[in-house]
């Protein structure tokens, strides 16, 4: 398995794991995608089995604290010298879950918000990840204001 960040040439691929790891109304699309990938591809942690992308996280940088539902669509608010790096999602194909990938992720993107200098990493998720995410050290600050998707996130914050 190797992490790299992405280009624009892995579209295709990415918007592929995207739609088996959410539903509609919570996936992102193949557009979106491609404004994200031309504003922050270096912001896209991808795992791979040889050449098959199995997993992979993605969000921007941004001096805003919480993460917004505008901040989904709208890719352009990607501030590379921004002090919190934001996960939009984390993402691994069915068959490759509970094997430790998409821990490896997010320690790599950790790492890399840590090198980077930023103030830390916020995310949100569904009330039964909350114990997943706080074994990285994420704290839960509640019930989220984002209504994405229809359904009720839980704001989770690393700091460093």
């Given amino acids: 398995m190797i992490i790299r960040t992405a280009t624009l040439s892995d579209l295709d691929a990415i918007a592929g794991v995207e739609a088996s790891c959410f539903p509609p109304a919570e996936a992102a699309t193949r557009g979106q995608f491609s404004g994200r990938l031309k504003n922050y591809a270096s912001h896209f942690w991808l795992m791979l089995d040889g050449e098959r992308l199995i997993a992979f996280v993605d969000g921007f940088a941004t001096d805003s604290p919480d993460l917004t539902d505008e901040m989904y669509s709208h890719p352009e608010l990607h501030d590379e010298c921004g002090e919190w790096q934001m996960i939009f999602g984390v993402n691994t194909l069915p068959e490759y ?34 114990h997943w995410y706080s ?20 704001q989770m914050r690393l700091t460093f």
């Avoid at 074994?135 to 839980?154: L, M």
């Fill in 97 to 130: 879950r509970r094997k430790g990938c998409a821990s490896e992720l997010i320690r790599r993107a950790i790492g890399d918000s840590r090198s980077q200098g930023r103030k830390g990493v916020v995310l949100t998720c569904k009330a039964e990840l909350v």
């Fill in 135 to 154: 074994r990285f050290g994420f704290v839960d600050e509640g019930v989220s204001e984002s209504v994405h998707g229809g359904a009720v996130w839980y």
